[in-house]
């Protein structure tokens, strides 16, 4: 009832596509029952959660923020959202999103902006600006997203909260819809570790219907938080002197690492020889998929279909596909069939797997020699509505820090420690080699306690 109340009062944030209210209720009162009853009760009895409006929830509407998509049901569930729910969950609704999981800002959504909670002015980040905002201003307790290039850690960074990719594999994708498959995964909005670590120890592991989810065991992240571990940490200094980043963020970061010295962690600067290429690596390659994953929405089945009149099937698809998608999902899917085009497929997309494959050679290269990887989560806090939506190369950019994990597979989480003048939060960004989510939840967990 709280939930929903404090949904009801902020509307005007926009961060609901719909808002389960009967059901929830409904829901609430069955498990009150089930306890009344002496019932075993699941480990996350009554954790009213929501979920980005792209991952699927039997018998519930979900669009992935399209309008090619508008009206459409689910016809399964998530194996993510079937894990949640056998451990008594309450799903209070599904959250605003850009448009295909394809954005930074928010502002790509068929639904309109999600404003950010603390300055209404500015954007909640993206794309999972929604389960963000939920998250921020108290809407559930926690919330779901997805991660392709940093659509969970980014919101987290701008909204104040903590998000939470973990490595790809380690969450099933069955259920999720897809943006770019080799780099999609489910993660976590909250505002402690302890909720996120028992959050992504119930959805992972190994699921029949996902062959890419990973068969490596899942420690019991929430039972084993606690460490006196002192932690070995890599940074880049080509990420804290990158003339993108805002000058506040680097001195708060620096005077950071610091006091994890002080506190017995050892520090020190890495060369990280592709700073560079990350975006560009990220941008053909992600596009490419995603040009191949959204062939299917083609009106045929299902989803929008024009209403006018049309002459073949070459029209019919056209007119459903020009329709139907916004300007920044048919940008992509553009680029991405250029880059896969003849004549331009070796130039772009091989280049750009042999980048990946460099990457990930030499993150398992840093992680030979440390545990933990430091990076700014964002290059500046929240901006303002429309100040890089007419630029969509200035807005790429600025997910400089975020995709590295992506490219490279492995865990990230954002942790929100810091407060710029201007007033916003902004976060730091850590990461581990890949399985290794449990150090990863132990170092964020000190840096909580801190
Ligand atoms: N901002 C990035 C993009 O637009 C990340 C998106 C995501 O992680 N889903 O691709």
Redesign the pocket.
């Known amino acids: 009832m709280h939930y929903l109340s404090r949904i009801e009062e902020t509307r005007h944030l926009n961060a609901f596509v719909e808002v389960f209210a009967d059901e929830a209720l409904k829901r609430a009162a069955e498990l009150d029952s089930k306890k009344k009853n002496g019932l075993p009760c699941g480990r996350l009895f009554g954790v009213v959660t929501g979920i980005k409006d792209v991952i699927c929830f039997k018998d519930h509407k979900i669009s992935a923020g399209s309008a090619i998509l508008k009206g459409f049901t689910s016809l399964y569930s998530a194996t993510a959202i079937e894990r949640l729910i056998a451990e008594d969950a309450i799903i209070i609704g599904n959250l605003n999103c ?1 448009e295909f ?4 800002s928010n502002e790509n959504s068929a639904y309109g902006n999600v404003l950010n909670a603390l300055d209404n002015s500015r954007v909640p980040g ?3 600006g929604g389960s963000a905002v939920a998250v921020q201003a108290g809407l559930c307790m926690l919330s779901l997203g ?7 850690r ?1 919101p987290a960074d701008f909204c104040g909260v903590t998000g939470f990719k973990p490595g790809y594999g380690r969450i099933s994708r069955y259920g999720l819809i897809a ?1 770019a498959s080799s ?2 995964q489910i993660g976590v909005f909250g505002t402690n570790i302890e909720d996120i670590a028992l959050f992504t120890e119930i959805m992972a592991g190994p699921d029949a219907y996902d062959s890419t989810a990973s068969t490596n065991p899942v420690p019991a992240f929430s039972q084993l938080l606690k460490t006196t571990k002192k932690f070995k940490i890599a940074w880049f200094p080509q990420a804290l002197d990158h003339p993108s980043l805002d000058p506040e963020i680097a001195s708060s970061i620096r005077a950071y690492f610091q006091e994890l010295e002080n506190e017995g962690h050892t520090l020190k600067p890495v060369d990280f020889d592709y700073l560079d290429y990350i975006v560009p690596a ?2 053909i390659l ?1 596009t490419a998929e995603a040009s191949s994953n959204l062939s299917r929405y083609d009106g045929v089945k299902y989803g929008y279909r024009t209403k006018d009149h049309v002459n073949n099937l070459d029209d019919f698809y056209r007119k459903n596909r020009s329709q139907g998608f916004g300007k920044e999902v048919k940008r992509r899917i553009m680029l991405g069939t250029f880059v896969l085009s003849t004549g331009y497929y070796d130039a772009y997309y091989t280049r750009a797997q042999q980048i990946r494959r460099r990457i990930q050679e030499q993150t398992e290269l840093i992680f030979k020699d440390f545990d933990i990887i430091l990076l700014p989560t964002t290059p500046a806090p929240a901006f303002k509505f429309g100040e890089k939506s007419h630029d969509a190369v200035e ?2 950019l600025a ?1 400089l820090f ?2 590295f994990a ?1 490219l490279a597979g492995i865990p990230a989480i954002s942790i929100p420690l810091f407060r710029h003048s201007n007033g916003m939060p902004f976060g730091i960004q850590a990461m581990t080699n890949q399985f290794e989510e449990l150090s990863l939840l132990q170092f964020s967990n000190l840096s909580y306690l801190r």
């Open positions: 850009d999981a394809m954005g930074s993206g794309s999972s997805s991660d392709t290039g940093g659509s969970v980014q943006y780099f999609d990220y941008y992600t807005m790429f997910d975020t995709v992506n």
